[in-house]
């Protein structure tokens, strides 16, 4: 049994940075296409990056553009999300999420209902 656990989420001022790290353990890591997804209080949760299951490509939300990045770790079963220049509208729940049909060299999915499995969330506030 997939399962994935985050870890990295806390208190930021506005301007900061958070490294968010995902930990997965239950099977083919390799053979998983990654991706974080967030969800505001009162908000339908929403994409935010994704990373392909091998070669490193990657996708990214217009929100998440040349301020935050991916990255999968093959041989440590973690994909991190590092987070920079946050802003308040940064604040949320971010999940974690593996799709395990996503065939080598395909497109990220970037909908939820593509993603098999899910950790249970960790907060990112952004305030001053």
């Known amino acids: 049994q997939v399962q994935l656990v985050e870890s990295g989420g806390g208190l930021v001022q506005p301007g900061g940075s958070l490294r968010l790290s995902c930990a997965f353990s239950?099977?083919?890591?390799?053979?998983?296409?990654m991706a974080w997804f967030r969800q505001a209080p009162g908000e339908e949760r929403e994409f935010v990056a994704g990373?392909?299951?091998?070669?490193?490509?990657?996708a990214y939300a217009d929100s998440a553009k040349g301020r935050f990045t991916i990255s999968k770790d093959n041989a440590k079963n973690t994909v991190d999300l590092q987070m920079n220049n946050l802003e308040p509208e940064d604040t949320a729940v971010y999940f974690c999420a593996a799709d395990g049909t996503s065939l080598f060299g395909a497109p990220i999915k970037t909908s939820e209902y593509n993603y098999d499995y899910w950790g249970r969330g960790t907060q990112v506030t952004v305030s001053s």
């Open positions: 239950g099977g083919a890591f390799n053979t998983y296409a």
């Open positions: 990373v392909r299951r091998v070669g490193g490509g990657t």
